[in-house]
């Protein structure tokens, strides 16, 4: 004798109003919430089912499209409330105009069009190796991203509000805009401490240029049966995920180093505004539990986590820069000590102490000006003979 299926009957209503919008009889029980917004797009074509919101209770959280019906606490006469979320764009297009925009804008700077500096045309022609590197490095970057965006990353988000992506663009391309207009100005100087910086700062940018593609790989790699199924994460054989040990997602803190390593290429003060606001909560979630209150601990290990490890980076920078760079000016600096000088600045090869003020010093201190003839308008020592 074959079992009896009991059929469900699905009234859905405005979740402001109340009034009803239709009525679905004979909907199977294993009929799933996105099954459900399929056949209400039948009777209202305008409301596609990534733009339609059903809930239980008008001010309750959203079903999910994977919930199934008869799973649901309601009998076999179901109220659902729907509310329209407004125009949809995939995650996929947002992601392409975010960073197609900031290699367009980057690049339009970089030409140095007459409109945006209006100085004269030989001033316009010359341009600095570090600015050419420069733009070499942001652009690989966001064609790295455009690349990732096709092929590698996968949202668990189909969509996103349409009007959202007015403010992920003016995150993006302003910034872009920003640091791109001091970094290509004609009148821009190259960092303090040369070619050193540069390559320091460059090695740095590439490795974390690494770290980030090999890290969107391997989470990609995690999705299971299915694009909603979700895996811990778990450090590999590349050695650019051993940072799985410390954070879900540590993607991020690769992209947070390239942007410290390009700020310092560049010496632009633009660029260090970004370490700040990158990482964004909608982006930095971890992944390592399904339950809300593990979620809540997670998210406080994972700041926690995030700032400590952004600290330990600058400071393994800031001491891997003094050892590449303090002994350039640390004999001139304690010479200026020992001298007993008072100056505004560094003592050159040039500089001369007041006309007859020399014999008042100590001899044989190596950098002192040995000539007595040259006069300084405001450096003296001792007192007028």
């Known amino acids: 004798m074959s079992s009896r299926v009991t059929f469900f009957e699905v009234e859905i209503l405005d979740y402001k109003t109340k009034k009803q919008l239709c009525f679905l009889d004979k909907v199977e029980p294993h009929a799933s919430i996105n099954d459900i917004r399929l056949m209400f797009h039948k009777f209202y074509p305008q409301w596609y089912p990534a733009r339609q919101s059903m809930r239980l209770d008008p001010k309750g959280k959203a079903l999910r499209n994977e919930e199934i019906l008869q799973k649901l606490p309601v009998g076999t006469t179901a109220t659902l409330y729907f509310k329209d979320l407004g125009p949809q764009i995939g995650w996929t297009m947002v992601f392409l105009i975010e960073y197609a925009g900031s290699l367009f804008i980057y690049l339009l700077f970089y030409l140095r069009m007459p409109f945006v500096y209006g100085l004269e045309k030989k001033l316009m022609s010359k341009r600095l190796p570090v600015v050419n590197l420069a733009c070499i490095c942001h652009t690989s970057h966001y064609i790295k991203r455009l690349i990732e965006t096709i092929f590698v990353h996968r949202f668990s988000h189909g969509t996103m509000p349409l009007k959202s992506i007015f403010k992920n663009c003016f995150f993006y391309w302003g910034f872009a805009a920003w640091f791109a207009y001091y970094i290509n100005h004609p009148l821009y100087t190259p960092p303090s401490y040369g ?191």
Not at 289 to 303: A, I, K, Q
Not at 309 to 331: A, C, E
Not at 359 to 375: E, F, Y
């Open 195 to 385: 070619q050193k910086q540069i390559n320091f700062s460059l090695i740095t940018f590439l490795l974390c240029e690494a770290g980030n593609f090999s890290i969107h790989v391997e989470l990609n790699n995690l999705i299971g049966n299915g694009p909603k199924t979700r895996r811990i994460p778990y450090p590999t054989k590349n050695p650019f995920t051993w940072l799985f040990f410390f954070v879900s997602c540590p993607n991020y803190t690769y992209e947070v180093g390239a942007w410290i390593s390009f700020t310092v290429m560049t010496q632009c003060v633009p660029g260090k505004s970004v370490w700040f606001l990158l990482p964004q909560g909608s982006y930095c979630g971890p992944l390592h539990s399904s339950r809300e209150p593990h979620n809540r601990l997670n998210r406080f290990c994972f700041l926690f986590l995030f700032f400590f490890f952004s600290f330990l980076f600058l400071f393994f920078f800031l001491l891997l820069f003094l050892i590449f760079f303090l002994p350039s000016f640390v004999p001139s600096f304690l010479c200026c000590c020992c001298s007993g000088i008072i100056h505004a600045g560094w003592l050159h090869s040039d500089d001369n102490l007041g006309k007859g003020q020399t014999l008042h010093l100590c001899k044989g201190v190596q950098g002192l000006p040995q000539s007595p003839d040259a006069n300084h308008s405001f450096l003296a020592v001792g007192s007028q003979q």
